[in-house]
């Protein structure tokens, strides 16, 4: 059984940084895109960024693009994202996915495996 496990989130303030990390079990990575998802309150879940199996592209929602920064080590099994200069509009449940994606890399369909999530908080 594949489980996907979310680490890193908490609490920083506006324009600050902070990594998560999300190691996945059960199952090598290393055939899976993965995708990170965040979703606030009150919204629905939205496409964060996302890399392919091999590691060859990556994918940013325009609202993170040149601030977040994803990346895979299949090695470990481990895919990170780097948040830097994060506003209050980050805070939300930040939520790893994995899936065999075979056309949209932004659609949550596409990922069959998710973990429970990690809070990320950003004070003003």
């Known amino acids: 059984q594949v489980q996907l496990v979310e680490s890193g989130g908490g609490l920083v303030e506006a324009g600050g940084s902070m990594n998560l990390s999300c190691v996945v079990s059960g199952r090598t990575m290393s055939s899976y895109a993965m995708g990170w998802f965040r979703q606030a309150p009150g919204k629905d879940r939205e496409f964060v960024s996302a890399v392919s199996w091999n590691g060859d592209s990556a994918y940013y929602s325009d609202s993170v693009k040149g601030r977040f920064t994803i990346s895979r080590a299949n090695t470990r099994n481990t895919v990170l994202l780097r948040m830097n200069s994060l506003q209050p509009e980050d805070t939300a449940v930040y939520y790893c996915?994995?899936?065999?994606?075979?056309?949209?890399?932004?659609?949550?369909?596409?990922?069959?495996?998710w973990g429970q999530g990690t809070q990320v908080t950003v004070s003003s």
């Open positions: 996915a994995a899936g065999r994606v075979f056309s949209d890399h932004t659609a949550p369909h596409e990922y069959m495996h």
